[in-house]
């Protein structure tokens, strides 16, 4: 077993290529493919996640914010990005980086035609949004003729895709609501069709729905977690694979008595003599205390070592007692195995919460394909 040198999130470039091919075996031929590299790819590493997806062929990126943006223009990314989610202050900054704006709002809308027309901008790329039941961001339906209104005032902006988002679509007891929302955007989209001289990509489909809702691909999908190898779904999940994987090492093993209890607040008691292993890991690493205290473990030369005690800033502590294992050894928190989905679910929680919240702190180590 090869000795590991400290915490690292080892992103496998080959995975992410296995998934990106996978999903796009599910889309039919000319349907574009949006790779959402938001919140650092997830905590994947948005700048070599981006150039392995650009060698791969994907058609667009998006992300939520302007900066996470500029970051990738300043690495030399030069795919179309999407800003899912921009803040009117930085318009200028979107332009001179050549990121798309996705335009929910009057407002938005509003503000965006006067930073493009002050900057003599002519047929800037823009994305219109539609709220069909999400209730986050997004025009209502009943103003489609408003935004066409508004749209005909100005020749500096030209709508390039016309998209909603899907609230439920990896569950399939909302499979009605889901059609709906479907049908509610179909309904907009053939208005933009019929409106203008051209055809806007649309586009419905995040993960679960590529694969659960395959006939609303339309003209793009947007794809992010599946691209980091999980899909909502046990089925979903064995077709793809992890693309990081969290491993760390032992920093020392604590010998106790039957009785003698571990870390802060002595919430763990050995109800034997027992072996209890430290890592150098903790809530700031993003392996948040909910996790501690025997809800999920950790594996040790492929054993479940239980996470005992409450997790600490920068350690965790683990009961190691049952296996063969000695200090420098090698620690896996999740990837193939533990499963991020099932270490997610000890916490009550998601495995887009659990890989995003790896904090910057933890070293990425690339694995070229
Ligand atoms: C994050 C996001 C996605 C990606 O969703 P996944 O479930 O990760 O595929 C797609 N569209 C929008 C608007 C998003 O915010």
Known sequence: MPKAQETVLEIDLGALAHNYKTILSQVPENVKFMAVIKAYAYGNDSINIARKLEELGADYFAVAYIQEGV????????????????????????????????????????????????????????????????????FSPK???????????????????????LAASDDWQ?????????????????????????????????????????????SMVRCGIGLYGFGNDKEIDKKLKPVGTLKTLISQIQHLEE????????TFKATRPSRIATLPLGYADGIHRKYGNEKTGVLVHEQFAPIVGNICMDILMIDVTDIDCEEGDQVVIFGEQPHATDFA????TISYELITGISQRVTRRIIQA
């Not at 335009?103 to 003599?120: H, M, P, V």
């Not at 030209?158 to 909603?164: A, D, G, M």
């Not at 059609?179 to 509610?184: E, G, M, V």
């Not at 009785?259 to 002595?266: A, I, L, S």
């Open 71 to 138: 970051r990738l223009r300043q690495a030399g990314i030069t795919t179309p990005i999407m800003i899912f989610h921009p803040q009117q202050e930085n318009f200028d900054q979107l332009i001179e980086n050549c990121l798309e704006p996705s335009l929910y709002s009057d407002r938005l809308l509003t503000d965006f035609i006067a930073t493009a027309e002050k900057l003599g901008q002519k047929d800037y790329p823009v994305h219109i949004k539609f709220n069909t039941g999400m209730n986050r961001l997004g």
């Open 143 to 165: 103003k489609v003729e408003t935004v066409f209104e508004r749209l005909a005032t100005t020749s500096a902006i030209k709508v390039h895709s016309v998209f909603s988002h």
């Open 174 to 218: 909302e499979r009605e609501f889901t059609l709906q929302q479907i049908n509610t955007f179909r309904k907009i989209a053939a208005r933009f069709v019929e409106e203008f001289s051209y055809e806007p990509i649309l586009h419905v489909c995040n993960t679960s729905a590529i694969f659960n809702y395959p006939e609303a691909a339309m």
């Open 259 to 266: 009785g003698e209890t571990v870390g802060y607040n002595r």
């Open 345 to 348: 679910a000890a916490g009550k």
